[in-house]
T-cell receptor
C-alpha cells in the first residue's frame, strides 16, 4: 500500500541551529514530492517540489533548502534556523492530479 | 499560475446551523478542486474533490461542494453543523499536466468555530 512517513512530529530548535526533516514514501516509484509550510495566518505555502532524484524546484526564496538523495526520500534542511522558520511542515506525495497523500506533519518551534 | 482565495478567515456558527465556506480560484482551465480539513494538531484530511462531471460533489462527514465555472467558485456546504466540525478548512486547486509542472495550491484557510 502507499504510505508517506514524516518525522519528527515535533521539534524545538534554537535560533542558529541546523535543521533536517525527512520524508519517505512507500508503495511507489518516482513520486512527485512536495514540502509545504503552514505558518500562522498564512495557510499552506508550497516551499519545494521534486519530480526525481536530485531535481528540486523552489517556490519561494527563504532560509531553507531541499534535497532528493533517493527516489523515495525528500529532505528539508536549514544551516541556521531563524525565528521565522517556525511553523507546521507537511510533506506531500502527489501520485496523479486526483490523488495527494500527506504526512502527519512536523511542528517546528524555533526559540 | 493558479491561485486560491478563501475570503473568510474565521467563521462562527451555532451547532445545528447551516454552513457555507467560500472558495474562489484562478486558473485558465478547469482545475482539480479539493477541500481539506485540519483538526488542531493534526494533518490534512480530504473531504471531497472535483475533477469533472456533476458539479455538486458529495464528501465525507456530510459535506458537499458545488463547482460553479461562471463564478470560479467551489464553495463547501453542510446543512447542519456538529461541534466536532470545528477545525480549519482549506480549499485547494491542482493544476498542470503532471510531471514537472503539477502543483497543488492551497488557500489560506478558514477557521470554523462551533458554538453550543
Amino acid at each position: 500500500s502507499q504510505t508517506i512517513h514524516q518525522w519528527p512530529a515535533t521539534l524545538v530548535q534554537p535560533v542558529g541551529s541546523p535543521l533536517s526533516l525527512e520524508c519517505t514514501v512507500e508503495g511507489t516509484s518516482n513520486p512527485n514530492l512536495y514540502w509545504y509550510r503552514q505558518a500562522a495566518g498564512r495557510g499552506l505555502q508550497l516551499l519545494f517540489y521534486s519530480v526525481g532524484i536530485g531535481q528540486i524546484s523552489s517556490e519561494v526564496p527563504q532560509n531553507l533548502s531541499a534535497s532528493r538523495p533517493q527516489d523515495r526520500q525528500f529532505i528539508l534542511s536549514s544551516k541556521k534556523l531563524l525565528l521565522s522558520d517556525s511553523g507546521f511542515y507537511l510533506c506531500a506525495w502527489i501520485s496523479d492530479p486526483s490523488e495527494a497523500f500527506f504526512g502527519q506533519g512536523t511542528r517546528l518551534t524555533v526559540v | 499560475a493558479q491561485s486560491v482565495t478563501q475570503p473568510d478567515i474565521h467563521i462562527t456558527v451555532s451547532e445545528g446551523a447551516s454552513l457555507e465556506l467560500r472558495c474562489n480560484y484562478s486558473y485558465g482551465a478547469t482545475p482539480y478542486l479539493f477541500w481539506y480539513v485540519q483538526s488542531p494538531g493534526q494533518g490534512l484530511q480530504l473531504l471531497l474533490k472535483y475533477f469533472s462531471g456533476d458539479t455538486l460533489v458529495q464528501g465525507i462527514k456530510g459535506f458537499e461542494a458545488e463547482f460553479k465555472r461562471s463564478q470560479s467558485s467551489f464553495n463547501l456546504r453542510k446543512p447542519s453543523v456538529h461541534w466536532s466540525d470545528a477545525a480549519e478548512y482549506f480549499c485547494a486547486v491542482g493544476a498542470g499536466s503532471g510531471g514537472s509542472n503539477y502543483k497543488l495550491t492551497f488557500g489560506k484557510g478558514t477557521l470554523l468555530t462551533v458554538n453550543p
